[in-house]
T-cell receptor
């Protein structure tokens, strides 16, 4: 069964600290993996996309990694800011047809 | 450039009433999606259109739900009759023309929060 699991479910850290969010998937055939950020009361916004051949990709203070062998991805946030408080959702695309498998998301709270 | 526009942002209605949610996709985007988001189930795809034609409506929960896209700049999602379990945030998203839709990024609207009493 195609599934995307994210951990932790929620996370609280102090402003300025780093954190890492995890995404494990059992999706086949794999096409790509995206991380979305969803602010409270808003729609999700894409942060980055990882294809099969990519291991690491950065977008400012966000760094995503992908290990296609273990089917794991992580999103690392450096020097967190209050504006990073949001839900972060991992989405995996199937290669065989149009289908997106969405994770349940990690709710991140940054405290001053 | 304006993003995906949804209306209403909030809707409170009573069980049995008809609800119509509206969406204007980003100009030039060929794909339009309707999603439902709840705490329990996360984001669920209800239906998507390509060039105004419904491609996959397997996520539409029941016959009470229907969606139309009469032209490239407008779509509606209708629930009739509404039930309390339909309470959720409904998102519309669009995506640009892409031969490999699998790599396409979805651009979401702000959502319509529906509460059915």
């Amino acid at each position: 069964k195609n599934q995307v699991e994210q951990s932790p479910q929620s996370l609280i850290i102090l402003e300025g600290k780093n954190c890492t969010l995890q995404c494990n998937y059992t999706v086949s055939p794999f096409s790509n993996l995206r991380w979305y950020k969803q602010d409270t009361g808003r729609g999700p916004v894409s942060l980055t996309i990882m294809t099969f051949s990519e291991n690491t990709k950065s977008n400012g203070r966000y760094t995503a990694t992908l290990d296609a062998d273990t089917k794991q991805s992580s999103l690392h946030i450096t020097a967190s800011q209050l504006s990073d408080s949001a839900s972060y959702i991992c989405v995996v695309s199937l290669d065989s047809n149009y289908q997106l498998i969405w994770g349940a998301g990690t709710k991140l709270i940054i405290k001053p | 450039d304006a993003g995906v526009i949804q209306s209403p942002r909030h809707e409170v209605t009573e069980m049995g009433q008809e609800v119509t949610l509206r969406c204007k996709p980003i100009s030039g985007h060929d794909y339009l999606f309707w999603y439902r988001q709840t705490m329990m189930r996360g984001l669920e795809l209800l239906i998507y259109f390509n060039n105004n034609v419904p491609i996959d409506d397997s996520g539409m929960p029941e016959d009470r739900f229907s969606a139309k896209m009469p032209n490239a700049s407008f779509s509606t999602l209708k629930i009739q009759p509404s039930e309390p379990r339909d309470s959720a945030v409904y998102f519309c998203a669009s995506s640009p023309p892409d031969r490999e839709i699998l790599t396409g990024e979805l651009f979401f609207g702000e959502g319509s929060r529906l509460t059915v009493l």
